[in-house]
């Protein structure tokens, strides 16, 4: 890519697309924005950002009909993020039919693609982490979100076996990513934004209880990850490129919801004070106590930047709350 090449990204507004944004300013790469137009208005945390030419979500197909000489590649972030969403026609619009239509205006267009799936997809863990390509029909996600991602994961593969692809693609299985700009997201927020609002307002920090045996309270873990890490590894698949296929993004390395609340109040420079409560019973079925990445796949393509550590990646964030930019 030089500085002149145009990226597209969708769900431009979103979290990681409004961070991966801001990396093109820093970098002086134009972009065309796409998500829904009031998003872009209604979030402060995009005050200072440059999102170029900026399109709503219905008008992406339109413009992908015309030819792009200056389009260099797609991002593609957009897509119906919360794991509570039920709605499966509503999923299957947005989260597989859209992505099919980007995926083929990218083969059109001949530029590269690189899609968010999710780490979603592995379910509760039973059949592991590991992103080969030959061992996504086997896994079981826990809500129709996952689903969503597995189906668009699986279709991808297919197009691939048959030689209908872009020049060069990636599908990145984020893992738990945390980061600033994503207050939006509400209640699908990260524990970090949740536990630093909690100990701003009442001094303590909830953490859900376990209810499984064998595993104290506050000992469920994630693979958490810094969304600076999530938009490095756009950036390495863009300038590759990877070999195409599907990719775990996480740390590879486990980390406590107890160490994160630890991690929020050392930020903090407060006492440590968490408070355990029940899983809500409408999730507690589907709740994963156990996912961490498997990243040998991607470091075999050269990715190899040390991930942010989560103690290092919180203190970070909490400074730009606290900063009020976040």
């Known amino acids: 890519m030089s500085g002149s090449d145009t990226l597209l ?8 697309g409004a961070r991966f944004v801001e990396s093109c300013n820093a970098r002086s790469v134009p972009v065309v924005s796409v998500d829904r137009r009031d998003a872009f208005a ?67 267009l001949g530029v590269p693609l690189v899609y968010a799936s999710s780490a979603a997809v592995y379910g509760d863990g039973t059949l592991g982490f590991d992103d ?102 756009i950036w390495f698949a863009l300038k590759k490129p990877v070999g195409s296929g599907i990719y775990n993004v996480g740390t590879g390395k486990a980390r406590t919801f107890l160490d994160l609340a630890r991690a929020v109040f050392a930020a903090l420079g407060v006492p440590e004070n968490v408070v355990f409560v029940p899983t809500p019973e409408a999730i507690r079925e ?9 990243m040998e796949r991607l470091r075999a393509q050269g990715f190899t930047k040390k991930p942010v550590g989560l103690e290092d990646g919180v203190d970070w964030y909490v400074r730009r709350l606290e900063a009020g930019r976040g």
């Open 9 to 16: 990204v969708t769900g431009a507004a979103g979290f990681i």
């Open 132 to 233: 080969a390509d030959a061992l996504a029909s086997r896994f079981r996600p826990l809500n129709p979100y996952g689903e969503s991602k597995r189906r668009f994961d699986l279709w991808a593969l297919e197009e691939a076996a048959a030689g209908r692809t872009p020049p060069a693609w990636a599908g990145f299985r984020f893992f738990n990513v945390y980061g600033f700009g994503e207050r939006h997201k509400g209640g699908m927020a990260s524990v970090v934004l949740h536990g630093y609002d909690q100990a701003k307002a009442t001094g303590a920090i909830r953490l859900f209880e376990s209810h499984r045996a064998g595993i104290a309270d506050g000992h469920q873990t994630r693979d958490f990850v810094d969304v600076r890490d999530a938009v490095d590894a």
């Open 42 to 108: 209604s979030r402060p945390e995009h005050a200072r950002l440059d999102f170029g030419d900026v399109l709503d979500i219905e008008e992406l197909e339109g413009w992908l009909q015309a030819p792009r000489p200056g389009l260099a590649g797609i991002v593609h972030m957009g897509a119906i993020s919360a794991t509570t969403e039920m709605d499966e026609a509503l999923l299957t619009r947005f989260n597989v039919d859209y992505s099919k239509m980007v995926w083929n205006a990218a083969r059109r």
């Open 286 to 294: 589907r709740y994963q106590y156990f996912t961490e990445a498997k």
